[in-house]
């Protein structure tokens, strides 16, 4: 399966979970990440950098890009932040609902997550962009990326395991 996880920039938030799924989903799938800005080189956003060992990932080489054709058309399932997002792929880019999904759908249930000055966050939830705020604001992001994360390739494993049952 080919992942696509958006956002806005692809500086920030997708690119750490990005490299959260493939920490967790290893060779099994092919993940990417993009931004609905359509910012072409940049580097990870340098607080994410900085924390990134702590969620045993390397942002040093990332370069953002833009949502393309091509990824359009590789990926079998994206993963939005927000709302916006999603319906910006369906308005704009033309991708089908049922291949996307918010990211924070797979947090877990009846859970309030707090993001200290961004909010808090449940299931279902848009992730606030922490872009621009200092590490101590980003972390708690983070956070509930890895978790979101961790559940998505669960979700996975556990649809893999009913398939290979039948």
């Known amino acids: 399966m080919n992942i696509c996880v958006v956002c806005s920039g692809n500086i920030c938030r ?3 979970a990005h490299y959260i799924l493939q920490r967790e989903l290893g060779n099994r799938h092919i993940v990417f990440s993009a931004g609905t800005l359509g910012i072409v080189g940049s580097s990870a956003y340098q607080e994410c950098v900085f924390l990134a060992p702590y969620y045993k990932i390397n ?7 833009g949502i393309t054709l091509d990824l359009l058309n590789k990926s079998d399932i994206f ?5 916006v997002h999603s319906k910006t792929l369906v308005q704009i880019y033309k991708v089908p609902q049922e291949k996307i999904n ?3 759908n797979y947090l877990p249930e009846n859970r309030t997550f707090n993001l200290g000055i961004l909010g808090s966050i449940t299931k279902g939830d848009d992730i606030p962009d922490p872009m621009g705020m200092e590490s101590k604001s980003v972390k708690p992001v983070l956070d509930i990326l890895e978790l979101a994360c961790i559940g998505f390739a669960k979700s996975i494993q556990d649809k893999q395991e009913i398939d290979c049952k039948k």
């Not at 942002?59 to 890009?65: I, M």
Request: charged content about 10%; hydrophobic content about 35%.
């Open 14 to 16: 997708s690119p750490v």
């Open 59 to 65: 942002l040093t080489q990332h370069k953002s890009q």
């Open 102 to 104: 918010l990211l924070s």
């Open 79 to 83: 993963l939005t932040m927000t709302k």
